[in-house]
């Protein structure tokens, strides 16, 4: 059967809310919600079991990690690629090296974190939703849902009994 | 507020409610990028003007060379390192308030954040010419990046300098990475209320930001990562721009007070140029609904926090010249307070030590011109901090025959004041362009619009 989309627009959170929660309930899985500001309560309801975890953290600690290597790397490989002392200071002088592995944990980390963003947001999105309204980023939520045909009808229902404003495919 | 009090106003007209709603803060802020003025392009031309004689006089400088701005030894560094770590300072009181603050859930800072991180990439920004001008040879200056000579001879790792080249361009980096981030979601608010070239334009930089569950949840979570990489990263490079000093032998510099005591000034110096920046941005812009008198007061009290101990510092500076017990440590401390820049070190103490004083009576922390003095007053004290590091400590070395004196030039001056134009003009350009106060965050921190019962965020 042809999936379709349907799409509430919100006034409030908690109405906005109760429709996840609503739709959850009847077993609908795939809701996309769309939010001015990132909110608990849709993440929670969205989930169903308080807050999820996001993976950003992992892209961050192997960029932090792969940095503070590298750092150490370059600067004992290099100092042994000509080990002449000077100064008196031991050839490979860690305490100094710490300052270059620590910048490059952060350079790293930040940049991989970057990466995770748009890995796990999926940006740059060149074609998001046609159902977006420009209002979502002014003072209204939305609530999308992918459906069967034959379900359209009951979600219209539900999504305006639990407070939306408007309905569209 | 007391009924007596005027409302707050919004630009687009109309006094607002107890708080600002959702909508008025999108109108609020996007009337701040409306066509500017003639008030505005005057300013611009000004500035511009200003910046244009540090240009000619930049070019004068790699004509002449390095003797138009003064430099003789031992006076190699002068006002350009002086005005670079000045500028480097400026920039982290941005990061504080961008990350630090938000780690500590400070919620008053969502409003002024924006302002003050555009601030601080506009100062690294600054501060980055300076280390090329001061290089002389600047079309050399590709040498600063890592990488081996044809002998296969890598730079010193255990240079300070090459640390600065490390610290400095991560700060940059993700300083401005955490900046764009932090756009986005206010690009794609610009774009929904845009139309035409203008929508086009706004649209490809929102990278198709749409607000979904998907897109915020992961948003959040690399945010707070963000702050938790810059937060130790702001305290990594000052301290690393101090050991450029500390780990040098003049009398003077080599101490380990050094670190902290850099960290600390900058955010000091920081502060008050957010204020510098911030009061007349709040009244052109009326943003008084957002940027209110407990902004004011929360910088006012971390400028006298932070003035306090860096006065402490000071105290310390003196005390470990003389328990030294070292000769040239305690003459080098003492020429400080009596030689030929002894009146720039007592103009020093007093911007930085007695004027910022005035912010223990609650009156002065919300008064518009005693903050705006005194703010300028901690700039200038905390330029001299610089310059009172620098020039008199090299000045007065270990050995008569190497002593110096260091009189400013036309050239060097004229790029000194070329720089706080060049950072003006990107910040004037800044707040036509994008939304200098944050949608998303100040919306965070508003009453979120709820049909049943109480809602708390």
Not at chain 1, 17 to 30: C, N, W
Not at chain 2, 349 to 364: D, E, G, T
Request: hydrophobic fraction near 50%.
């Amino acid at each position: 059967m042809a999936a379709t989309k349907l799409l509430g627009v919100f006034a409030h959170v908690d109405t906005a809310t109760r429709a996840i929660k609503a739709l959850r309930a009847r077993g609908v899985r795939s809701i996309a919600a769309y939010s001015p500001v990132p909110l608990d309560e849709f993440e929670e309801a969205l989930t169903g079991h308080g807050l999820p975890r996001s993976p950003v953290r992992l892209f961050t600690l192997v960029g932090a990690l792969i940095g503070t290597a590298s750092g150490f790397a370059l600067t004992i490989w290099s100092a042994l690629k000509w080990n002449l002392i000077t100064g008196g200071k031991p050839v490979v002088s860690i305490p100094p090296f710490v300052v270059i592995a620590f910048e490059l944990t952060i350079l790293l980390g930040g940049l991989c974190t970057l990466l995770g963003l748009f890995v796990t947001a999926r940006l740059p999105s060149l074609r998001g939703s046609s159902l977006y309204d420009p209002r979502f980023s002014e003072d209204r939520f939305g609530v999308e849902v992918t459906c069967d045909a034959a379900e359209r009808g009951a979600i219209e229902d539900l999504l305006r009994s639990a407070g939306a404003e408007e309905v569209r495919a | 507020m007391s009924d007596a009090e005027p409302r707050p106003r919004s630009i687009a007209g109309g006094a607002h409610a107890a708080e600002p709603t959702f909508a008025d803060v999108n109108r609020d802020v996007l009337a701040t990028l409306h066509p500017p003025g003639n008030l505005y392009f005057a300013w611009m031309c000004v500035v511009g003007l200003i910046l244009t004689c540090g240009i000619l006089a930049w070019t004068y400088q790699i004509f002449y060379g390095m003797g138009a701005a003064g430099k003789r030894t031992p006076q190699m560094w002068a006002m350009y390192i002086t005005t670079f770590v000045f500028w480097i300072g400026i920039g982290h009181a941005g990061t504080l308030i961008s990350a630090i603050l938000y780690l500590f859930r400070a919620k008053w800072r969502t409003s002024i954040y924006r302002g003050s991180e555009a601030m601080t990439i506009f100062a690294v920004l600054t501060a980055g010419l300076f280390p090329v001008i001061h290089a002389g040879r600047m079309w050399y200056a590709y040498w600063l990046i890592p990488y081996p000579n044809e002998r296969y001879l890598w730079p010193n790792f255990r240079s300070p300098l090459v640390w600065d080249v490390f610290a400095i361009s991560t700060y940059l980096t993700i300083s401005t990475v955490f900046f764009i981030v932090g756009l986005v979601p206010d690009i794609a608010a610009l774009r929904d209320a845009s139309t035409g070239m203008k929508r086009r334009i706004y649209g490809m930089l929102a990278l198709g930001w749409q607000g979904t569950d998907r897109q915020w949840r992961h948003y959040r979570r690399a945010y707070g990562l963000f702050a938790a990489l810059a937060t130790p990263l702001v305290v990594s490079v000052h301290s690393v721009v101090s050991w450029d000093f500390a780990m040098a032998l003049v009398p003077g510099w080599h101490s380990t007070l050094f670190a902290p005591f850099f960290v600390d000034g900058a955010i000091f110096s920081g502060f008050a140029m957010v204020l510098v920046l911030l009061i007349p941005m709040r009244y052109y812009f009326n943003l008084y609904a957002y940027i209110t008198d407990r902004h004011l007061d929360n910088m006012a009290k971390l400028i006298l926090v932070t003035g306090l101990v860096l006065t402490y510092f000071y105290i310390c500076e003196g005390f470990t010249a003389w328990y030294s017990g070292e000769h040239f440590e305690r003459a080098s401390y003492l020429f400080k307070w009596v030689g030929v820049y002894a009146p720039w070190w007592w103009l020093q103490i007093f911007c930085n030590s007695v004027a910022p004083l005035v912010f223990f009576w609650k009156r002065a922390r919300t008064h518009i011109p005693t903050l705006y003095v005194v703010s300028i007053l901690v700039l200038i004290g905390m330029w001299f901090e610089r310059f009172n590091i620098i020039v008199p400590g090299l000045a007065h070395g270990f050995y008569p025959y190497t002593f110096g004196s260091y009189v400013p030039t036309l050239v060097d001056s004229g790029i000194i004041i070329g720089s706080f134009a060049w950072f003006l003009i990107q910040f004037l350009g800044f707040v036509k362009a994008m939304p200098s106060v944050s949608i998303v965050e100040v919306k965070e921190t508003i009453p979120h619009p709820v049909r049943d019962g109480q809602h708390h965020h």
